[in-house]
């Protein structure tokens, strides 16, 4: 079995949904209501994916990707060009991380915990 390959009980969100909901975690996107996402939001997605483990990859290997666009945050098309680079550097497959990071766990915003109570 492929390590991403997601189980049975795990809901698959699209990698657009998931990206705009990281990106609502990001206080200055959020406040601009922009869909920009920092490298700090994209390391919390790609840590509980499981991908970020500290070990085959960093948050070196992470930022050194990232800081190739010379930009505090970026936009989603920007981002599948960022993922395809850090697949590439790692020797990962770019659809098994894509798959992960649909089956992670979607953050919760403040303002939506409040809604529910």
Known sequence: MNIFEPSKEEQIISLDEMF???CRMDPLSDAMEVNLLPLSQSD???STAGILDMKKITTTDTGLCFFKFKKRAISFEEYLSYLEELATT?????????????????PLHPRDVKKKR
């Open 20 to 22: 705009k909901a990281y």
């Open 44 to 46: 919390k997605w790609l």
């Open 90 to 106: 790692k020797s990962l497959d770019l659809e098994a991380m894509k798959l992960k990071m649909q089956t992670s766990r979607k």
